[in-house]
Nanobody, 126 residues
């Protein structure tokens, strides 16, 4: 079992920044692909970014490319999402997820992730 706990959400004005953290516990963290997803009210959960296991290769949704940065610290079992130039349309509950199987570089399918955090709310005001 892997437990994931997100933190760092909050209310920010458009153009501002937030950094989300996701702390993992329970099993070896390093080999897992870690992803961030988000879900706005009335919408489906959507992929935001992911970072591969030990080699740390990132991949982003087009909607956040150039504004968000995903990173990981395997020694701390933590993955981060730095969000800059935030827009009102970024408002959502953000979820951290872990995939124990190997994913293709551009795979954004949430069903491939085995473990999920409880989510953290990000609200961007205009």
């Amino acid at each position: 079992q892997v437990q994931l706990v997100e933190s760092g959400g909050g209310l920010v004005q458009a153009g501002g920044s937030l950094r989300l953290s996701c702390a993992a516990s329970g099993r070896t963290f390093g080999p897992y692909t870690m992803g961030w997803f988000r879900q706005a009210p009335g919408k489906e959960r959507e992929f935001v970014a992911k970072i591969s296991g030990n080699d740390g290769i990132p991949y982003y949704a087009d909607s956040v490319k150039g504004r968000f940065t995903i990173s990981r610290d395997n020694a701390k079992n933590t993955v981060y999402l730095q969000m800059n130039s935030l827009k009102p349309e970024d408002t959502a509950v953000y979820y951290c997820a872990a995939a124990t199987s190997l994913l293709a570089y551009s795979n954004t399918d949430p069903s491939r992730y085995n473990y999920w955090g409880q989510g953290t709310q990000v609200t961007v005001s205009s």
